[in-house]
Every structure is written in structure tokens, then in C-alpha cells.
T-cell receptor, first 113, second 114 residues
């Protein structure tokens, strides 16, 4: 069964550094998402992406965040200048249609020190 | 905006016992409803979904859930729990009008005793 893959599985970075989290969605999917889960808290929506542009974003997704689909297979989340509170598990997801369930990757655990 | 409440942070059951995980949602119309499971070190796997039609939904791994509009609930059930069911379970709701993007509850951690 096709799956969403995320790399790396764990990323450690220093406060103020830029990080890029990478995702390869399911190949025939058109809708892409990033969610995050701070330890012990809810899974929170960050951003959705369709047709090479952001379709929706949450209040969490401020100017420090950006997304890109650079080459038709990868979908990346960039955090420009990381803060301690950015430490979380980041999940990428994709879906085949607007009413189709999301398929999630295994996540990237980001630790900001 | 829609929201989800999972009132139980932890649930402990014995292997072979029945299971019910609670989920209540807030949304003005009929929502899309989902249950996902997260095993340690894994991503979120879809167990089942409700979009419309029969309010009793069958999913993978022997799970089922029932949509009860009058109670704004979508509880997850399994008649006999296996040790491998120990995981984190997330209920999610999507809006049928406006943003479809699922909003998740905070999750219920299922512990299974042998």
C-alpha cells in the first residue's frame, strides 16, 4: 500500500536555526497538509496546500513557516528561525481529493535546544 | 469552527474485554468524522470514517463507531481487545460546509493488560 514518507525521523536544532522537514506524499494525491503535535497536546493543523499554493492555514502558521513543493514529489515545511516552542512532532499528510481521508506519515520529531 | 472532545486521557482494559472510547464533537451541521490510531513511533492510521448514510461504521482491525447526532458523539468500540491494540486513538471532525480539514481531539491512550 502506498504511504507518505517523512525525513528525517528526528531533527535536533539550536534555537534560531532554520530547519526543513521533508515529506514525500502518495504519488497520485493532490492535497497536502502539515500538522504538529506538541508533547501531550492535540494534533494541530498548520497548513494545507493544493495546486501549488496554500489553500488554508492556521494561526500557528505565521511568517516563520513556509511550505514548498519544489519538484513534484517532495513537500517541505521550513521553519525560518526556530524557537523552543517549535519542539514537536510534525506530521505530513496527503489526500486524493477534498473529501478523501488524510494519509499520514510517521512524523518528524523536532527538538529545539 | 468545529471542535472535538475526547474526555478520557487514558483507558485501561484487560485483553479480551470490550472497549469504548468516547468522542464528542461540536459542529452546526452534519460533520465528517474519523478515528485514527497512532502506535508508538508511527504515524496516524485511519481506522474508519463517517461521511453519510449508515450511522454504524465498520473499520479496520475489528473496530466500529456509531454516529449519534442527538448526542453529538462518535464513539469507537471493539468487542474484544487484543494486546496489539495498545496505542493512542484520535477522533477527528471535518466540516461539510467550509473547511473540510479535520480538527483532532487530544487523543486517548489505550493500555491493555494481559
Amino acid at each position: 500500500e502506498p504511504e507518505v514518507t517523512q525525513t528525517p525521523s528526528h531533527q535536533v536544532t539550536q534555537m534560531g536555526q532554520e530547519v526543513i522537514l521533508r515529506c514525500v506524499p502518495i504519488s497520485n494525491h493532490l492535497y497536502f497538509y502539515w500538522y504538529r503535535q506538541i508533547l501531550g497536546q492535540k494534533v494541530e493543523f498548520l497548513v494545507s496546500f493544493y495546486n501549488n499554493e496554500i489553500s488554508e492555514k492556521s494561526e500557528i502558521f505565521d511568517d516563520q513557516f513556509s511550505v514548498e513543493r519544489p519538484d513534484g514529489s517532495n513537500f517541505t515545511l521550513k521553519i525560518r528561525s526556530t524557537k523552543l516552542e517549535d519542539s514537536a512532532m510534525y506530521f505530513c499528510a496527503s489526500s486524493g481529493g477534498v473529501n478523501s481521508p488524510l494519509h499520514f506519515g510517521n512524523g518528524t520529531r523536532l527538538t529545539v535546544t | 469552527a468545529q471542535s472535538v472532545t475526547q474526555p478520557d486521557i487514558h483507558i485501561t482494559v484487560s485483553e479480551g474485554a470490550s472497549l469504548e472510547l468516547r468522542c464528542n464533537y461540536s459542529y452546526g451541521a452534519t460533520p465528517y468524522l474519523f478515528w485514527y490510531v497512532q502506535s508508538p513511533g508511527q504515524g496516524l492510521q485511519l481506522l474508519l470514517k463517517y461521511f453519510s448514510g449508515d450511522t454504524l461504521v465498520q473499520g479496520i482491525k475489528g473496530f466500529e463507531a456509531e454516529f449519534k447526532r442527538s448526542q453529538s458523539s462518535f464513539n469507537l468500540r471493539k468487542p474484544s481487545v487484543h494486546w496489539s491494540d495498545a496505542a493512542e486513538y484520535f477522533c477527528a471532525v471535518g466540516a461539510t460546509g467550509g473547511s473540510y480539514i479535520p480538527t483532532f481531539g487530544r487523543g486517548t491512550s489505550l493500555i491493555v493488560h494481559p
